[in-house]
């Protein structure tokens, strides 16, 4: 999306006519058309925004997200690090009671939104409701600022200890540690792989993530990491909230505002989720941006 640019030189104030532009997975810069000392009447202005869509013609193209969605989310990105600096900047207040209860809610936890407001600010319980349901909900939190505060490469270590994070003191039979069962998950058709072959699985996922990083855009990176793990199935429970959470981790670290799932949009949610099962990652990437756009911008994608 292009815009218009002021900065003051001198004296005086001179305007560009100017656009974010990806030109590689992982970066983005700014080109400009030079407007001068006042802004173009509307025909001369227009002719400047037909030069500018030239000049970005041929740039970088994702793989699996559509082009005019890229460039919103960029665009998106791009005012987060001019008027917040940093994602976090840009979360709403409400932000993690709307996540912890999406999250939770998704995997079957009871807590309303506002009974997850209550645990979260008084700590109290409400009459009634589980204690694993409870306890999940401030796990939550301790997971999130896990991961905020996480700064070094992401691997079969950091996940256990993610799990743990989200899992301990409920009734998960194995906390921090992966399966030793197979399992099924319910209305999929995947079948997870065997216990034994997880450990090497996720060597293998953690490999592919680090390659594919200068290839994909950050979103869309994200997104396969998180399909390829709750395809692995790591764990007896978590593994939905520790993809979410992984997924959240590349966003904020290549400075893009964290998604929530809704529990709302949850068919949409499991639907491409088992594309992506089928070898089709570009329904869940485009999922992602959506949601992205809608939460932050409320404007819903075309």
């Not at 997975?25 to 400009?32: A, N, Q, V």
């Not at 306890?135 to 993610?162: H, T």
């Not at 964290?258 to 329904?283: L, T």
Request: hydrophobic share 35%.
């Amino acid at each position: 999306m292009s815009f218009i640019e002021k900065q003051r030189h001198g004296g005086h104030f001179y305007y560009y006519l100017a656009k974010n532009v990806r030109v590689s997975p992982t970066k983005t810069r700014r080109l400009r058309i030079f407007l001068g000392r006042e802004v173009p009447k509307h025909d001369q202005l227009q002719r400047y925004f037909v030069e500018l869509e030239k000049r970005s013609m041929g740039q970088y193209r994702p793989i699996w997200l559509p082009k005019e969605l890229v460039e919103r989310v960029d665009d998106l990105r791009a005012s987060i690090i001019v008027f917040h600096k940093t994602p976090s900047g840009a979360l709403p207040k409400d932000f993690l009671v709307r996540y912890t209860y999406n999250t939770n809610a998704i995997e079957g936890n009871k807590l309303t939104l506002r009974q997850t407001a209550l645990v979260l600010s008084d700590r109290v319980a409400p009459e009634g409701v589980r204690t694993d349901d409870v306890i999940e909900a401030l796990n939550a939190v301790d997971a999130w600022n896990f991961i905020k505060s996480y700064k070094n490469r992401l691997n079969k270590k950091f996940v256990c200890k993610l799990q743990y994070e989200l899992t301990k003191h409920t009734s998960c039979r194995i906390q921090g540690g992966y399966r030793d069962t197979d399992v099924r998950i319910s209305g999929s058709k995947h079948m997870p792989p065997s216990p034994q072959d997880v450990p090497e699985l996720l060597d293998e996922l953690f490999k592919e993530f680090y390659k594919q990083r200068g290839k994909l855009h950050p979103l869309e990176l994200a997104a396969l990491l998180h399909n390829r793990f709750v395809n692995i199935h790591p764990f007896t429970d978590g593994n939905g909230r520790t993809a979410r959470l992984l997924m959240n981790l590349v966003l904020l670290r290549s400075k893009f505002p964290p998604v929530i799932v809704e529990v709302a949009n949850k068919e949409k949610y499991y639907n491409s989720i088992e594309a992506a099962d089928r070898g089709d990652q570009k329904p869940f990437a485009v999922f992602v941006a959506g949601q992205m756009l809608l939460q932050y911008t409320r404007i819903e994608p075309a």
